[in-house]
């Protein structure tokens, strides 16, 4: 933890948590089991990972409202998520829905910037859909190669 930091980290996830407990403890650090809408106190910075495609559609505004009232006056806030860089209808893509991401919904660009309101300053967005199917690939030939290595059949 650099320049005397104190980090919070928020999940939903028992096997996250525990996880993260484990591997990356620090006495600046405190994790949560806990719900965001449920977090209290004030932050200079949120990150929220891997996070905003489970808020879903309809709970988009009461997200922002949530990070504004937890967000410092001259905090920062950055959102990493999966969704469809273009504008335009929502995108119900039946292969995404099915097989890699049930149950989640995966923002447009103007979805979610549609939502954010005025208290918001977007600095900046980027796109990473082609460097992505990269890493899914890799991901594929790890666990192809760790399934060889481990004898597991499914």
Known sequence: ???????????????????????????????????????????????????FEHVGRNSYNHFFDKCYELLADDGIMLIHTMGWARRGPWNHNAFVNKYIFPGGEMPTMSHMTMEYSDRWHMEDWHSFGKSYVMTLRCWLERIRDWKADSGVKH
Request: proline share 2%; aromatic share 14%.
């Open 1 to 51: 933890m650099g320049f005397g930091s104190k980090v919070t980290g928020v999940t939903l996830s028992r096997e996250q948590m525990a996880w993260a407990v484990e591997h990356n403890a620090h006495p600046n650090i405190e994790y949560r089991f806990q719900d965001y809408r449920e977090v209290t106190g004030e932050f200079d910075r949120i990150y929220s990972v891997g996070m």
